[in-house]
């Protein structure tokens, strides 16, 4: 088993600190080769609180692929609960994918949180489920198990379309176009609560089963959302899928979505703003989860939860206003908000 603070060290031919993405506090890495683990932790910043974030199972191409990734991710974690004022720390997990996820696979990450000391606590993330994160809480306190958080991220994100639209049309979301792509834990439930208020909803999922489970006729399942005419585009399934080249495909006004980390980089934004599409980022609307999972701890009851969830719609308002009268993206609006 191999447990280190790879922080200040030379690792796997990368010197840590001196990474492009790095401003964090730590990078811990852990190994356990009897199990097949290999796994970082990242802590962005805990000037907060302890550093909260989910645990992303996932397949990379190489260690820094998942460095970089797990990098991104918890810093935007920090800049989601400064936006939302969740009184956490930032931070993330990745678990690089190699065989099958196995219970003796989750018990060894239980043992890195437990190293870690309650530095970092764990929900999950794409490749982890609920019940993963209530079966490794059997070995550690280091996670959140009391809710899905995928619920809460589609009602705050919900709450947020339909500000966009009053703000943009002045009218409800009856008979507006929205499409969204991923009809996961997120753009499942987002597409019911949109169904519900009357708009026309378009969902797509490279994963045909989970179409399958859609029997709402006022929500229609199309092959690419990406491309489809709509009000709103709603990315709800994986990050950097806007380029200064793939954005020549949208056909939307506003892009409003749940997924982590949507631009290859951060100039795009301006891009978007300059062809005429608000983008409203990520970590201003997709923090549902977090509030969500903080709540009991907080001491945050159903209605004050709900209230939480619909200040993300106020703070979407307040960053448009402010768009329009500086003229400038909703990005740099962000920015302002995260000095
Ligand atoms: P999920 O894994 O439950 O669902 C994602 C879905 O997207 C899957 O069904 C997958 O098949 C599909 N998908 C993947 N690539 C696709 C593509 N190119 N086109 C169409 N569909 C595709 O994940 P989730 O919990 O719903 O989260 C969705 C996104 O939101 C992720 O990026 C996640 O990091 C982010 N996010 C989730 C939460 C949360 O509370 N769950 C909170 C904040 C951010």
Do not use: W
Not at 182 to 197: E, I, P, R, T
Request: glycine share 8%; proline share 2%; charged share 25%.
């Amino acid at each position: 088993m191999i447990f280190k603070d790879i922080t200040d060290s030379n690792f796997n031919g990368i010197k840590i600190s001196s990474y492009h993405e790095f401003e964090h506090e730590k990078v811990y890495y852990y190994e356990d080769s009897n199990i097949g683990l290999k796994s970082l932790v990242a802590i962005h910043d805990s000037s907060k609180g302890p550093a909260i974030g989910g645990c992303r199972y996932k397949k990379y191409d190489s260690f820094e692929d998942g460095l970089n990734d797990v990098l991104r991710l918890s810093r935007g974690m920090t800049h989601k609960n400064n936006v939302a004022q969740i009184p956490f720390g930032g931070g993330k997990a990745i678990i690089f994918k190699e065989g099958k996820k196995s219970k003796n696979l989750l018990q060894s990450f239980a043992d890195f949180l437990n190293l870690l000391e309650g530095k970092y606590i764990s929900a999950e993330d794409i490749g982890i489920s609920l019940e993963d994160i209530r079966f490794i809480k059997n070995h550690t306190d280091h996670v959140f198990d009391n809710i899905d958080p995928g619920p809460y991220t589609a009602k705050g994100i919900f709450y947020a379309i339909e500000e966009s639209i009053d703000f943009y049309y002045s009218e409800s979301l009856l008979n507006k176009t929205i499409s969204i792509q991923g009809a996961g834990s997120v753009g499942k439930k987002l597409a019911d609560h949109l169904s519900n208020a009357g708009a026309k909803v378009f969902i797509s999922d490279i994963d045909k089963e989970k179409l399958d489970h859609i029997n709402d006729p006022n929500i229609i399942c199309v092959d690419d959302a990406f491309t489809f005419q709509c009000d709103v585009f709603s990315p709800c399934a994986v990050g950097a899928i806007f380029s200064k080249s793939s954005i020549k495909n949208l056909n939307c006004k506003i892009i409003a979505g749940g997924a982590n980390n949507q631009l290859q980089d951060l100039s795009v934004a301006n891009d978007l703003y300059e062809n005429g599409i608000i983008y409203i980022p990520d970590i201003l609307i997709n923090s549902g989860g977090a509030i969500g999972l903080t709540k009991d701890i907080m001491h945050r009851n159903e209605d004050e939860t709900e209230l939480d969830l619909r200040n993300i719609a106020s703070r979407v308002r307040k960053a448009l206003i402010k768009s329009q009268k500086h003229s400038i993206s909703l990005q740099d609006v962000l920015k302002e908000l995260l000095v």
